[in-house]
């Protein structure tokens, strides 16, 4: 519960409601012994409405309820009674300032809403007090003046009651309603056992708490949280406040929480107003990772920082962490690019330019058997930086989401030969079935090439093509006798820049191939997936099959 303007705080009614009850009993002695004294019966009498008083406090204290308005209008209505049923003039007249006092104090705890019938009836019951020894012409204007004092003295009160209750409001509103988690805190014993360290010579504090956890634990179980907003119930997942107030329990701190606490007990130590920490390794109550940015502020009275007031903002910065890490992975694997892409066009451009070279340099030395073979080289590392090339155009264009492809008839089978035997006439091609399907024949032979490529440089030393029919698809199958990937790493390898294990002996790749085919398969209405059957690695692209019975014209 939070105070609001109709209420103070339990603690401080209760500590009035122990002054007004040790008043009313000195009261009540003081009439007991001034009679007994005097030997005036009537003043004895007088002790008896201070004791009822004092009764009905302790009985209150007694049931551990304290509420201060009661006890204020008793003492006002006993002082009343007694003034007419106890005549004593002169006491009278002296109850009157106490009398008043009682009724400007009791401004603070009448609801706001019954502020001016309180002030008013307040003032009526001191005007008729005073009014019981006769009514000339001075008693009306004491009894006037007096109630008049009396119901200024209560307006002003009030009024400065409903401005300082506006100011909590507003402080509690912005409290509140605050986008950041904000914790009230205690850190009054932390500071008392520092203090004690520091006394016992621990002169290097930062080392002793990073070399004794069990110390920071300790000392952490002394903080104790007094308040809490509504972000802190979001950002630690607590289904009620309850649980994140009092102190915290040492078991509850993953050592990223208690490392945190480090600098918070460092700068109260230091006479610090505010420190900054990065909580890494949080925890909130469900179990979930959480890292935030932590800023710890003791505000300054008189001069004096109070740590009984600690104020904790805690900013989460989870998200924020897990996109620079994945920014920073992304620059990683960007430079890793390329320096790649530079490897891979640099050797067949370093082939090319060479062979050119020593051809044009050549001057008749070189037979047609040789030439022939030279220009072959050249025309298959050309070929080789041509499909870099068109990975890295096909990516970019999918990427803008303007990659367009044909939908003509196209045999797999023929294909699927003509490719494989460019790359390597020893890989055989076997066909089960001769699909035609719908689809851009140039995209089609640049999946085949890429899923063939990536057989000879990742899989087994044997490998080969299935041709065949899967209902209305057409299937072409890349098989090869490696062993079978991971879990993680069958869906990493059609990730951007990403490769497996390579064979030795084989050049790096880009990382773009199985990435490029399986959008171009998909693009075109199919597919292209991993498998492994316990004896072979299979790379196996679906497109849509026509059906034998429809002629395309």
Known sequence: MHPTNDHLPFAIERSLVQLATLLAAVAAILFVTAGLLNGDWITVARA???TLVAIAGAAMLRRHTAHVLPILLSISFVIAAQNYLLPIEALTHLAILPLAIVGIIGTLFVPQRLAIVYIVGYSILIFVSLLRWGADDVLYLQATTASMSVALGATLLAWVRREFGRREERYRNLFEHAPISLWKEDFTAVGEELSILTSQGVSNLEGYLRANPEEVRRLA?????????GAALLLTEAPDRDLLLGNFRMDTFSRGALESFIPQFLAAADGKE????ELKGGLTMTGRPIEALLVWSAPAVDGERDLSNVTVAIVDVTRQREAERKLQDLVDSQSQFVATISHELRTPLT????IAEELRDADGSIDETERAELLGLVADQSLEVSRIVEDLLVAARADAGNLIVESTPVDLSLEAEAVTHAIDPDIPVEVNGHPEVLADPHRVRQIIRNMVTNARRYGGPNARVVIDTDGSNGVLE???DGEPLTVASRAAIFEPYT?????????ASVGLGLT??????RHMGGDLAYDHDGHETIFRMTLVAIPATVTVS
């Open 351 to 354: 082939a090319v330019v060479g």
């Open 499 to 507: 490769r497996a294990r390579q064979r030795k002996g084989t050049s």
């Open 516 to 521: 490029v085919s399986r959008r171009l398969a």
């Open 48 to 50: 008896t409405g201070p």
């Open 274 to 277: 505010k420190v900054s920490v």
């Open 221 to 229: 179980a002394l903080v104790t949280v007094t308040d809490v907003n």
């Open 478 to 480: 890349v098989r090869d």
